[in-house]
């Protein structure tokens, strides 16, 4: 079974397809960004791009995304470790407090800026609507979000990465 997982293609042993997708990228891989924290598809701390698109992962097998593209936050910075622009922003931004749900709000917000370089804080706040945060009360998170936007207009559109207005 083939996984493409940040920008890697991966051969999976077929005696792991049953195991969960989230036990496997901790666990087996040691990608411990996406967290296991309700467990039951409620929280969003989970939440991996499957395919560009947010996915919670807790009630996810392996042999679910066989041959699908796979991205968790370890993929989303550069090889070298400087943080994409996204990231930089919550940080920046004071967006992080205990940080257990920012590996799937970054992910989310990143596949929602790469759609919607201009978006309002009332998009963001819609688009972050399935990834609770316990900690930070929300303003900082779209305050970084707003922020980072630029990034993708000035950086993403340059590389290919987000459709020129048409
Ligand atoms: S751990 Fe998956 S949605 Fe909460
Ligand atoms: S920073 Fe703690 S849950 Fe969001």
Redesign the pocket.
Known sequence: MKLHLNGRELTVDEALAEKRLIEYLREELDLTGAKNACDIGACGACTILIDDEPLKICLKRVKDVAGHRLLTIEGLAEPDGTLHPLQQAFVDAGA???????PG?VLTAHAFLRKNPTPTREQIRTAIGHN?????GYQQIIDAIAAAAVAYRDRETANGLVSPPS
Do not use: V
Not at 132 to 136: A, E, F, I, P, Y
């Open positions: 992080i407090q205990c940080g257990f749900c920012t709000m609770l945060c316990r900690c930070t």
